[in-house]
C-alpha cells in the first residue's frame, strides 16, 4: 500500500481531495439543536418526570423581559404604556401565544357588594388613580416576586411561546430577532428603562449565538495558534502547509458524515473540530520527524518516507485507536452532545491518520519539505533533561509521589453540579441580565411539584387544597425558598373578593362547588393570551406548585427537594404524592450522573489500554508500570480543579476518558522504544536514555501542541467548553512533566535489573 | 345575534346575488351580508351541546351546556349558556345580553354562592371553559366587527367537495382576538360556513374551524351538528356537538333578565 502511496503521490492526493470533499459536502445537512434539553438523554428520569409534568400541564417556552426605571417609579403613565407595549406586543411576535404582566393581569376584589374579576389597570392611564392602582398591586401576593418586584420598582413581562420545532434554529432567531426589535422601539422611546432578557428562551437562544461564535473564532484561532507552531517546530512551509491541509481536510470530512448522517450540533460537539485539529497533528508529527532525521543523513524523499512509515506506522496506528477508544468511551455520557463529541473525535483522529500516512505521505514526494535541523537542538535539551532527572532521581520521585498526594486530595473539594445562568462567561448579555432578573424581580432557579388530587374535579375538595396550603406554608418558611406559586393564590384571593376583601376570608373555600365555581369565574375573566392551564390541568385532577428558590448550588438544590419530600411523606396522606422536576432540578443532577456513568466508561478504557501497554511492552510488569503516568496526571488535574475552580459541571465527566487516550500516547511511544531496547539486552538505563533520544523531542512538541490547542477552548463564551478545554490543557501538560519525571525514576526504581 | 358557532348555522332562502363588477371587498361583504340575512329572524332557539377537549398532549375532557338564544331586531340578541358538566360548577349560567349597536355585557350566575357577577369584557376572546373556543365565539359577532375580501372560489372542503365555495377573508378590527384574521369557507349555494382558518401576525395558521353535518330546520334554516376546532400548534383540538336543536320554543325577552339568572330553568 506504501509503495503505492509513494509512487503515485499524484493520484493519492486527487483521491483523498475527491473522497475529502464528497464528504464534507454534507456539511450543508447539519442541523442546529438549541433546545437547552439536548443535554439530557431521552431516558434520563428527570428528564422523564418533567415531559410527564409537561402532559399535564402546558410547557412554558417562557421569556422574561424585566422593565426597570432608573428611579424605581413603575406606575407612571409613561412607565406603564411601556410596559403595556411589551406585553401587547405578543400578538404580532411570532410564535407567541400569551403574555401576562401588570398590564394584563386580572385582579379580583370586590366593590361594595359586587365581585369584580378586571383588568388592574384601566384602558385609559391618564384618568386613572395610579398612585392606589400602585399600591394595590405592591399588596397582591400574588404579583410580587413575578410580574412585580418585591420593593414594586421593576415589572416583569413573561411572554409564553409555543414552537413547532420544525426549524428550531430558524424558530428561535425569528423570535430572538423580534422581541429584540421590538425592546429597540420601547427603549428609544423611554431611554430611562433597563429592560433585561430572560427565560428559558432566551437561553435557547444564547446558545445558538455562542455557536456562531464559538465557529467564527475558535476555529480561525485554533488554524492560526497551530500553523505557528507547526512552522515553529518544521521551519518549512511546505510541511506546514501539507499537515494543516490534510487535518483541516479531516475536520471537514468529519462534520461533512455527520451532517450526511443528519447530526445536531450544539456548542458542546462542536468543539469536536478544534480537538481532532490538536490531537491528530501528533501522527503528521512523528512521521515528518522520522522523514526529516532520514533527510539529514542522505536519504532521497521516497526511502525517507519509506522508512518513516515503517519506524512510526504501527506506533501511530495503535495510538489512533487508543486515542479512538477514550473518546469512544465518551459513549457512557449521560449528556447526547458529549456522546456525540466523542464519536466525532473518535472519527475525526482516525480519518486524520488516514490522511496522515496517504496524503501527507505523497506530498512528501511532490514537494519534499526541507525540516530545519533545530530538531535535533530540541533533542540536546531533552537529553539534558533526562539526565538530570535520572541523576536526582532519589530526591526527583518522593518528592513527585508527595506532590502529587497533596494535590489529589483536592479532589475531595469539587462540588457537582450545573447552573444554567453559568453556562455562559459574565461578558454574554443572556448573564449579565439572567442576574439581574434573579437578583431584583424573581427567582430563575424552581422546582416544580405536581400533585395528583384523584379523579376529575378532585383538585377542588377542601380536603386537599389544605394539603397544598400546608406544604405551601411549610415551603415559605424554607431559607431557601422565595416565594411559592400555585393555584390556592388565586382560590383564597377570591374568596377573599367574593367576601367584601374581608381580610380574614383570605382562605381556602368551604365547598368544591364554590372553589370550582370561583375559578370559572376567574377564568372566563382571562384575557386571550392568558390561562391557568400551567396551575391545573384540564379535568382539574392535578395541580402544579411552583417553588422559586434563591441563588442555591446543586448539591443544596438536592438536598432542599429531599427535605421536601420528606416533609410530604409524614404530613401527607399515602396516597398524595408531590413528584419534583424543572430544569434547574434537572441541571443540578446531571453533573453527578455523568461522573458515576463516565466511571464505568473510564474504568472500561482503563483496562484496555492497561492490556494495550502490557502487550505492547511485552511485560507485565512494564504494563502496569505505564499505568502511573497516564493516571496520576488526571487525578492531579482535578485535584489542582477541586483547589482553585471547585465547580464539576457535566462537560468535565468526560475529560478523564478524553485525556487517558491522549495522554497514553506519549507513553506507548517511551514504552515500545524502552521495551524494544531491553529486549535487545540493554540494561534499564542505556533503553531509557534511548528510548528519550528517539522520542523525546516529539514528545515535547506533541504535549505543546495538545497543550496550547486545548486552551483555545478557553475563548469560547459557553463555560462547558472553557472547563473542558482549561481542564483538559491542564492535565495535557501534567502529563508531559510526569513522561519526564515519573516514567525514568519509577522505569529506575522498579524495573532493575 | 350569530355567535361564530351558531354563524355556521346559517340559512338561505334567497338564491345567489346577481353578478356584477364589484370590488373583492364588497363581493366578501355582500356574501356575508347575504349569509346573516338567511339566517335572520329565527326567532328564538334552545339545544344542547357537548364539547370533547383535547389538549393534544393525552388529556382529554367533557363539558355539557344547554343553550338559549333569543333573535331581536337589528344586530341585537340574547343569549343564556347553562352548565350541566362537570358536576363542580353545573348550574352555573352565562347570560350574555347584546345590544343593536353591537355592544354587549355578560353575566355570570355562580350556584353555590348564590350570586351573578359581571365578567369583564377582557375576557371574551381568552379560551371558553378550557377550549380552543373563545368566549367570543360563543358571543355576537356582528358584521360590523370586521373587515372582508372576497379571495377566491373554489370547490369545497370535504366532505361537501362536490360544491362551490367562496373563500372569504375576515380581518377583526378590534384588537386582542388573538388572531390577526380568518380565511372563510362558505358554500355557495347556501351560504353556510363550511371552514375557517385563522392566522396570526406573521400569517402563520394558528387554529382551523371545520363544520360538519349540516340539517335544515324549519325549512329554512341551516345548523351544523359538529363543529371542531383544532388548534395547528399545539395539536390540542375540541369537538362541539349539538344535539336537540329546537326553534321557537317560545322563549320571551323576560327568561333572559339578569335578575331571573338564577331561577332553575
Same mark, same amino acid.
Given at each position: 500500500?506504501?509503495?503505492?502511496?509513494?509512487?503515485?503521490?499524484?493520484?493519492?492526493?486527487?483521491?483523498?481531495?475527491?473522497?475529502?470533499?464528497?464528504?464534507?459536502?454534507?456539511?450543508?445537512?447539519?442541523?442546529?439543536?438549541?433546545?437547552?434539553?439536548?443535554?439530557?438523554?431521552?431516558?434520563?428520569?428527570?428528564?422523564?418526570?418533567?415531559?410527564?409534568?409537561?402532559?399535564?400541564?402546558?410547557?412554558?417556552?417562557?421569556?422574561?423581559?424585566?422593565?426597570?426605571?432608573?428611579?424605581?417609579?413603575?406606575?407612571?403613565?409613561?412607565?406603564?404604556?411601556?410596559?403595556?407595549?411589551?406585553?401587547?406586543?405578543?400578538?404580532?411576535?411570532?410564535?407567541?401565544?400569551?403574555?401576562?404582566?401588570?398590564?394584563?393581569?386580572?385582579?379580583?376584589?370586590?366593590?361594595?357588594?359586587?365581585?369584580?374579576?378586571?383588568?388592574?389597570?384601566?384602558?385609559?392611564?391618564?384618568?386613572?388613580?395610579?398612585?392606589?392602582?400602585?399600591?394595590?398591586?405592591?399588596?397582591?401576593?400574588?404579583?410580587?416576586?413575578?410580574?412585580?418586584?418585591?420593593?414594586?420598582?421593576?415589572?416583569?413581562?413573561?411572554?409564553?411561546?409555543?414552537?413547532?420545532?420544525?426549524?428550531?434554529?430558524?424558530?428561535?432567531?425569528?423570535?430572538?430577532?423580534?422581541?429584540?426589535?421590538?425592546?429597540?422601539?420601547?427603549?428609544?422611546?423611554?431611554?430611562?428603562?433597563?429592560?433585561?432578557?430572560?427565560?428559558?428562551?432566551?437561553?435557547?437562544?444564547?446558545?445558538?449565538?455562542?455557536?456562531?461564535?464559538?465557529?467564527?473564532?475558535?476555529?480561525?484561532?485554533?488554524?492560526?495558534?497551530?500553523?505557528?507552531?507547526?512552522?515553529?517546530?518544521?521551519?518549512?512551509?511546505?510541511?506546514?502547509?501539507?499537515?494543516?491541509?490534510?487535518?483541516?481536510?479531516?475536520?471537514?470530512?468529519?462534520?461533512?458524515?455527520?451532517?450526511?448522517?443528519?447530526?445536531?450540533?450544539?456548542?458542546?460537539?462542536?468543539?469536536?473540530?478544534?480537538?481532532?485539529?490538536?490531537?491528530?497533528?501528533?501522527?503528521?508529527?512523528?512521521?515528518?520527524?522520522?522523514?526529516?532525521?532520514?533527510?539529514?543523513?542522505?536519504?532521497?524523499?521516497?526511502?525517507?518516507?519509506?522508512?518513516?512509515?515503517?519506524?512510526?506506522?504501527?506506533?501511530?496506528?495503535?495510538?489512533?485507536?487508543?486515542?479512538?477508544?477514550?473518546?469512544?468511551?465518551?459513549?457512557?455520557?449521560?449528556?447526547?452532545?458529549?456522546?456525540?463529541?466523542?464519536?466525532?473525535?473518535?472519527?475525526?483522529?482516525?480519518?486524520?491518520?488516514?490522511?496522515?500516512?496517504?496524503?501527507?505521505?505523497?506530498?512528501?514526494?511532490?514537494?519534499?519539505?526541507?525540516?530545519?535541523?533545530?530538531?535535533?537542538?530540541?533533542?540536546?535539551?531533552?537529553?539534558?533533561?533526562?539526565?538530570?532527572?535520572?541523576?536526582?532521581?532519589?530526591?526527583?520521585?518522593?518528592?513527585?509521589?508527595?506532590?502529587?498526594?497533596?494535590?489529589?486530595?483536592?479532589?475531595?473539594?469539587?462540588?457537582?453540579?450545573?447552573?444554567?445562568?453559568?453556562?455562559?462567561?459574565?461578558?454574554?448579555?443572556?448573564?449579565?441580565?439572567?442576574?439581574?432578573?434573579?437578583?431584583?424581580?424573581?427567582?430563575?432557579?424552581?422546582?416544580?411539584?405536581?400533585?395528583?388530587?384523584?379523579?376529575?374535579?378532585?383538585?377542588?375538595?377542601?380536603?386537599?387544597?389544605?394539603?397544598?396550603?400546608?406544604?405551601?406554608?411549610?415551603?415559605?418558611?424554607?431559607?431557601?425558598?422565595?416565594?411559592?406559586?400555585?393555584?390556592?393564590?388565586?382560590?383564597?384571593?377570591?374568596?377573599?373578593?367574593?367576601?367584601?376583601?374581608?381580610? !380574614?376570608?383570605?382562605?381556602?373555600?368551604?365547598?368544591?362547588?364554590?372553589?370550582?365555581?370561583?375559578?370559572?369565574?376567574?377564568?372566563?375573566?382571562?384575557?386571550?393570551?392568558?390561562?391557568?392551564?400551567?396551575?391545573?390541568?384540564?379535568?382539574?385532577?392535578?395541580?402544579?406548585?411552583?417553588?422559586?428558590?434563591?441563588?442555591?448550588?446543586?448539591?443544596?438544590?438536592?438536598?432542599?427537594?429531599?427535605?421536601?419530600?420528606?416533609?410530604?411523606?409524614?404530613?401527607?396522606?399515602?396516597?398524595?404524592?408531590?413528584?419534583?422536576?424543572?430544569?434547574?432540578?434537572?441541571?443540578?443532577?446531571?453533573?453527578?450522573?455523568?461522573?458515576?456513568?463516565?466511571? !464505568?466508561?473510564?474504568?472500561?478504557?482503563?483496562?484496555?489500554?492497561?492490556?494495550?501497554?502490557?502487550?505492547?511492552?511485552?511485560?507485565?510488569?512494564?504494563?502496569?508500570?505505564?499505568?502511573?503516568?497516564?493516571?496520576?496526571?488526571?487525578?492531579?488535574?482535578?485535584?489542582?480543579?477541586?483547589?482553585?475552580?471547585?465547580?464539576?459541571?457535566?462537560?468535565?465527566?468526560?475529560?478523564?476518558?478524553?485525556?487517558?487516550?491522549?495522554?497514553?500516547?506519549?507513553?506507548?511511544?517511551?514504552?515500545?522504544?524502552?521495551?524494544?531496547?531491553?529486549?535487545?539486552?540493554?540494561?534499564?538505563?542505556?533503553?531509557?536514555?534511548?528510548?528519550?533520544?528517539?522520542?523525546?523531542?516529539?514528545?515535547?512538541?506533541?504535549?505543546?501542541?495538545?497543550?496550547?490547542?486545548?486552551?483555545?477552548?478557553?475563548?469560547?463564551?459557553?463555560?462547558?467548553?472553557?472547563?473542558?478545554?482549561?481542564?483538559?490543557?491542564?492535565?495535557?501538560?501534567?502529563?508531559?512533566?510526569?513522561?519526564?519525571?515519573?516514567?525514568? !525514576?519509577?522505569?529506575?526504581?522498579?524495573?532493575?535489573? | 345575534?350569530?355567535?361564530?358557532?351558531?354563524?355556521?348555522?346559517?340559512?338561505?332562502?334567497?338564491?345567489?346575488?346577481?353578478?356584477?363588477?364589484?370590488?373583492?371587498?364588497?363581493?366578501?361583504?355582500?356574501?356575508?351580508?347575504?349569509?346573516?340575512?338567511?339566517?335572520?329572524?329565527?326567532?328564538?332557539?334552545?339545544?344542547?351541546?357537548?364539547?370533547?377537549?383535547?389538549?393534544?398532549?393525552?388529556?382529554?375532557?367533557?363539558?355539557?351546556?344547554?343553550?338559549?338564544?333569543?333573535?331581536?331586531?337589528?344586530?341585537?340578541?340574547?343569549?343564556?349558556?347553562?352548565?350541566?358538566?362537570?358536576?363542580?360548577?353545573?348550574?352555573?349560567?352565562?347570560?350574555?345580553? !347584546?345590544?343593536?349597536?353591537?355592544?354587549?355585557?355578560?353575566?355570570?350566575?355562580?350556584?353555590?354562592?348564590?350570586?351573578?357577577?359581571?365578567?369583564?369584557?377582557?375576557?371574551?376572546?381568552?379560551?371558553?371553559?378550557?377550549?380552543?373556543?373563545?368566549?367570543?365565539?360563543?358571543?355576537?359577532?356582528?358584521?360590523?366587527?370586521?373587515?372582508?375580501?372576497?379571495?377566491?372560489?373554489?370547490?369545497?372542503?370535504?366532505?361537501?367537495?362536490?360544491?362551490?365555495?367562496?373563500?372569504?377573508?375576515?380581518?377583526?378590527?378590534?384588537?386582542?382576538?388573538?388572531?390577526?384574521?380568518?380565511?372563510?369557507?362558505?358554500?355557495?349555494?347556501?351560504?353556510?360556513?363550511?371552514?375557517?382558518?385563522?392566522?396570526?401576525?406573521?400569517?402563520?395558521?394558528?387554529?382551523?374551524?371545520?363544520?360538519?353535518?349540516?340539517?335544515?330546520?324549519?325549512?329554512?334554516?341551516?345548523?351544523?351538528?359538529?363543529?371542531?376546532?383544532?388548534?395547528?400548534?399545539?395539536?390540542?383540538?375540541?369537538?362541539?356537538?349539538?344535539?336537540?336543536?329546537?326553534?321557537?320554543?317560545?322563549?320571551?325577552?323576560?327568561?333572559?333578565?339578569?335578575?331571573?339568572?338564577?331561577?332553575?330553568?
Amino acid at each position: 500500500m506504501f509503495d503505492f502511496v509513494l509512487g503515485r503521490p499524484r493520484r493519492v492526493i486527487l483521491l483523498a481531495l475527491v473522497l475529502g470533499l464528497l464528504c464534507a459536502a454534507g456539511i450543508g445537512g447539519l442541523r442546529y439543536n438549541g433546545d437547552s434539553r439536548v443535554f439530557f438523554a431521552d431516558d434520563n428520569p428527570d428528564l422523564l418526570a418533567l415531559q410527564a409534568l409537561e402532559q399535564r400541564f402546558s410547557r412554558a417556552d417562557t421569556l422574561v423581559m424585566a422593565v426597570a426605571p432608573a428611579d424605581g417609579q413603575v406606575f407612571t403613565v409613561e412607565r406603564l404604556r411601556a410596559i403595556r407595549q411589551l406585553t401587547d406586543a405578543w400578538s404580532h411576535l411570532p410564535y407567541a401565544k400569551g403574555a401576562s404582566s401588570i398590564s394584563n393581569y386580572i385582579e379580583a376584589r370586590s366593590d361594595g357588594d359586587d365581585l369584580l374579576a378586571e383588568p388592574l389597570l384601566p384602558d385609559d392611564l391618564v384618568g386613572a388613580d395610579l398612585a392606589a392602582i400602585g399600591q394595590r398591586a405592591r399588596a397582591d401576593e400574588r404579583l410580587r416576586g413575578g410580574l412585580l418586584s418585591e420593593r414594586g420598582d421593576i415589572a416583569g413581562v413573561y411572554i409564553y411561546f409555543e414552537l413547532p420545532r420544525n426549524d428550531p434554529e430558524g424558530e428561535l432567531s425569528r423570535i430572538g430577532d423580534a422581541v429584540r426589535a421590538e425592546v429597540a422601539k420601547v427603549q428609544a422611546a423611554h431611554p430611562d428603562l433597563r429592560i433585561a432578557l430572560g427565560g428559558i428562551l432566551m437561553f435557547d437562544e444564547a446558545m445558538q449565538q455562542q455557536l456562531l461564535r464559538d465557529t467564527s473564532t475558535l476555529y480561525p484561532l485554533c488554524f492560526v495558534v497551530m500553523t505557528a507552531l507547526l512552522y515553529l517546530f518544521f521551519r518549512s512551509a511546505s510541511a506546514t502547509f501539507a499537515t494543516l491541509s490534510a487535518m483541516v481536510l479531516a475536520v471537514a470530512m468529519t462534520f461533512g458524515l455527520a451532517g450526511w448522517a443528519r447530526l445536531a450540533i450544539n456548542p458542546a460537539s462542536l468543539t469536536a473540530g478544534v480537538i481532532i485539529l490538536t490531537i491528530s497533528i501528533a501522527d503528521a508529527v512523528h512521521l515528518l520527524t522520522t522523514f526529516a532525521a532520514e533527510r539529514a543523513v542522505g536519504a532521497d524523499p521516497r526511502a525517507a518516507m519509506a522508512a518513516s512509515l515503517r519506524v512510526n506506522g504501527r506506533t501511530i496506528f495503535l495510538t489512533t485507536m487508543v486515542n479512538a477508544l477514550g473518546f469512544l468511551s465518551m459513549n457512557f455520557s449521560d449528556s447526547p452532545p458529549y456522546r456525540d463529541l466523542g464519536n466525532l473525535v473518535a472519527l475525526g483522529t482516525i480519518l486524520a491518520w488516514l490522511l496522515s500516512i496517504s496524503f501527507i505521505a505523497a506530498w512528501t514526494q511532490l514537494a519534499p519539505p526541507r525540516v530545519s535541523p533545530s530538531a535535533l537542538r530540541q533533542v540536546e535539551i531533552v537529553k539534558r533533561l533526562i539526565e538530570w532527572v535520572i541523576t536526582h532521581r532519589r530526591r526527583v520521585l518522593p518528592l513527585a509521589l508527595a506532590l502529587i498526594t497533596a494535590l489529589s486530595a483536592g479532589i475531595a473539594l469539587n462540588r457537582f453540579g450545573d447552573n444554567y445562568v453559568e453556562f455562559f462567561s459574565p461578558r454574554v448579555q443572556f448573564r449579565a441580565d439572567t442576574e439581574f432578573i434573579n437578583e431584583r424581580l424573581a427567582g430563575m432557579q424552581f422546582i416544580e411539584y405536581a400533585v395528583e388530587a384523584g379523579g376529575p374535579g378532585d383538585v377542588f375538595e377542601p380536603a386537599f387544597l389544605r394539603h397544598i396550603e400546608a406544604y405551601s406554608d411549610w415551603l415559605r418558611q424554607q431559607p431557601e425558598v422565595r416565594r411559592v406559586a400555585s393555584l390556592n393564590d388565586i382560590s383564597k384571593r377570591l374568596n377573599k373578593a367574593m367576601h367584601g376583601d374581608d381580610p !380574614t376570608q383570605f382562605r381556602l373555600p368551604d365547598s368544591r362547588e364554590e372553589a370550582a365555581q370561583h375559578l370559572l369565574f376567574y377564568e372566563m375573566s382571562l384575557p386571550n393570551g392568558q390561562d391557568l392551564t400551567h396551575l391545573v390541568d384540564l379535568d382539574k385532577s392535578a395541580i402544579r406548585l411552583t417553588v422559586l428558590l434563591n441563588t442555591i448550588s446543586s448539591s443544596e438544590l438536592e438536598a432542599f427537594d429531599r427535605r421536601a419530600q420528606s416533609w410530604v411523606a409524614q404530613n401527607w396522606p399515602a396516597d398524595l404524592k408531590a413528584r419534583s422536576s424543572g430544569m434547574s432540578a434537572l441541571f443540578a443532577k446531571v453533573a453527578r450522573s455523568n461522573f458515576q456513568s463516565m466511571s !464505568t466508561g473510564m474504568l472500561t478504557s482503563c483496562a484496555l489500554i492497561a492490556a494495550l501497554l502490557i502487550w505492547l511492552s511485552r511485560s507485565l510488569k512494564l504494563g502496569l508500570i505505564s499505568l502511573v503516568p497516564n493516571l496520576t496526571p488526571i487525578l492531579v488535574g482535578f485535584g489542582i480543579w477541586g483547589l482553585t475552580v471547585g465547580k464539576m459541571g457535566m462537560s468535565l465527566a468526560v475529560v478523564a476518558s478524553l485525556t487517558l487516550g491522549i495522554v497514553v500516547d506519549d507513553t506507548m511511544h517511551v514504552f515500545s522504544h524502552y521495551g524494544a531496547a531491553r529486549r535487545r539486552g540493554a540494561t534499564s538505563l542505556e533503553a531509557l536514555r534511548e528510548a528519550y533520544a528517539d522520542v523525546g523531542a516529539a514528545l515535547w512538541v506533541t504535549s505543546a501542541t495538545l497543550v496550547v490547542g486545548f486552551a483555545v477552548l478557553a475563548w469560547s463564551n459557553f463555560m462547558l467548553t472553557v472547563h473542558l478545554g482549561l481542564l483538559t490543557s491542564l492535565i495535557l501538560a501534567l502529563a508531559l512533566i510526569a513522561e519526564f519525571v515519573l516514567t525514568p !525514576t519509577l522505569l529506575l526504581w522498579l524495573d532493575r535489573d | 345575534m350569530k355567535p361564530l358557532i351558531l354563524l355556521a348555522f346559517c340559512a338561505g332562502l334567497l338564491a345567489a346575488l346577481p353578478v356584477r363588477a364589484e370590488s373583492p371587498d364588497e363581493k366578501g361583504l355582500a356574501i356575508v351580508r347575504d349569509a346573516e340575512k338567511r339566517g335572520e329572524n329565527f326567532g328564538d332557539l334552545r339545544a344542547d351541546a357537548e364539547m370533547i377537549i383535547r389538549n393534544g398532549r393525552g388529556g382529554e375532557a367533557r363539558r355539557a351546556l344547554k343553550i338559549a338564544l333569543l333573535d331581536l331586531p337589528g344586530s341585537a340578541s340574547r343569549s343564556l349558556t347553562m352548565v350541566d358538566a362537570p358536576k363542580d360548577v353545573k348550574g352555573t349560567a352565562l347570560l350574555t345580553h !347584546t345590544a343593536a349597536d353591537s355592544s354587549d355585557q355578560q353575566w355570570i350566575y355562580l350556584p353555590a354562592a348564590g350570586r351573578t357577577k359581571r365578567i369583564a369584557s377582557s375576557g371574551r376572546s381568552g379560551p371558553f371553559m378550557g377550549s380552543e373556543f373563545s368566549f367570543d365565539d360563543f358571543s355576537a359577532q356582528t358584521v360590523e366587527r370586521y373587515r372582508f375580501k372576497w379571495l377566491r372560489a373554489e370547490t369545497c372542503p370535504a366532505p361537501l367537495a362536490a360544491e362551490q365555495c367562496d373563500v372569504i377573508e375576515r380581518v377583526p378590527k378590534e384588537s386582542g382576538t388573538g388572531y390577526a384574521r380568518q380565511e372563510v369557507w362558505m358554500d355557495q349555494a347556501q351560504r353556510r360556513l363550511l371552514k375557517a382558518d385563522y392566522y396570526d401576525a406573521q400569517n402563520q395558521r394558528i387554529k382551523t374551524l371545520m363544520a360538519e353535518g349540516y340539517r335544515q330546520y324549519e325549512g329554512r334554516y341551516w345548523r351544523a351538528d359538529r363543529l371542531t376546532m383544532s388548534n395547528a400548534r399545539s395539536g390540542a383540538s375540541t369537538v362541539l356537538s349539538w344535539s336537540n336543536i329546537r326553534f321557537r320554543s317560545g322563549l320571551k325577552d323576560a327568561d333572559f333578565e339578569v335578575n331571573r339568572l338564577g331561577s332553575a330553568r
